[in-house]
């Protein structure tokens, strides 16, 4: 036992050293998630990027649908183009069934520098794997993804724009373009739930994430009119087709 007029310095000597411990132990643990977290806010906190999810192998269509003619360009090409005519700070194009056919039809568009163009080899396990690809290649550079499906042809950079604009200044960590009652598409999500979309599964998409934190989104109607609707098979082609030569249309 130390002398008594050691014994005081001692205690206050294991004190600090204990806590000293628990300032490590919490520095990686904790601290160290944290202090990452302040410096991603402070570089990447308001960039949004935009994941176009075009992999799937168009199974009802009969052929790839991202190839289908549309006032002569691609589907996939016009949609691409209205992304990178938006606020995106930069666009992920995820491919997968015919991947190497499609980026040869997409031309000069690939050496725009926002665009990356990634594939997924795993796009038979559904969009969430599309997802995860995508957002693996921007987790750490942007606080915000916006999701932008290939297969909806009257997407433009305005809705893009007006869907940014509202959610930012919202400061949602979630939200959607809003078509009459329902959440309607593109969807866009802040980094506070990135772990979240990078857990998903199957064919679902983002949905189940509406669902939990519904009370938490920020659902945007469109500034004007909106045709939401995607191509799944020939007769949705055909509808797009007649909607695009009506006088009517909204535009393409």
């Known amino acids: 036992m130390p002398p008594k007029g050691e014994l005081v310095p001692q205690v206050i000597q294991d004190l600090i050293s204990m806590a000293l411990e628990g300032l490590h132990l919490m520095t990686w643990a904790d601290m160290g998630a944290e202090m990452a977290e302040k410096a991603f806010l402070s570089t990447g906190e308001e960039k949004v990027a935009g994941l176009l999810l075009a992999a799937g192998s168009s199974t009802r269509m009969g052929q790839p649908k991202q190839l289908l003619s549309v006032g002569g360009q691609t589907l996939l090409r016009k949609v ?9 700070d ?8 015919r991947a190497e056919e499609i980026r040869k039809r997409l031309g000069r568009v690939l ?9 997924n080899s795993g796009y038979k396990k559904g969009i969430s794997s599309s997802i995860i690809v995508g957002l693996s290649t921007i987790q750490e550079s942007h606080g915000h993804v916006m999701i932008l499906l ?5 997407i433009d950079s305005g809705l893009v724009n007006h869907l940014i604009r509202r959610y930012l200044d919202s400061g949602s960590p979630l939200g959607a373009i809003k078509k009459g009652t329902r959440r309607s598409h593109p969807v866009i999500f802040s980094h506070r739930l990135y772990h979240e979309l990078l857990a998903l599964k199957g064919d679902q998409g983002a949905r189940d994430l509406f ?6 989104a920020c659902l945007v109607e469109p500034e004007g009119f909106f045709d939401d609707r995607d191509i799944d098979t020939p007769e949705d082609f055909a509808g797009f087709q007649t909607t695009l030569c009506s006088p009517d249309s909204q535009g393409t």
């Open 80 to 88: 691409l183009g209205e992304a990178l005519n938006s606020d995106l």
């Open 90 to 97: 930069k666009v992920v194009l995820v491919l997968g069934y």
């Open 111 to 119: 050496e725009d520098p926002r665009l990356a163009v990634v594939e």
């Open 150 to 154: 290939g297969d909806m042809p009257f």
């Open 211 to 216: 669902r939990k934190y519904s009370d938490l």
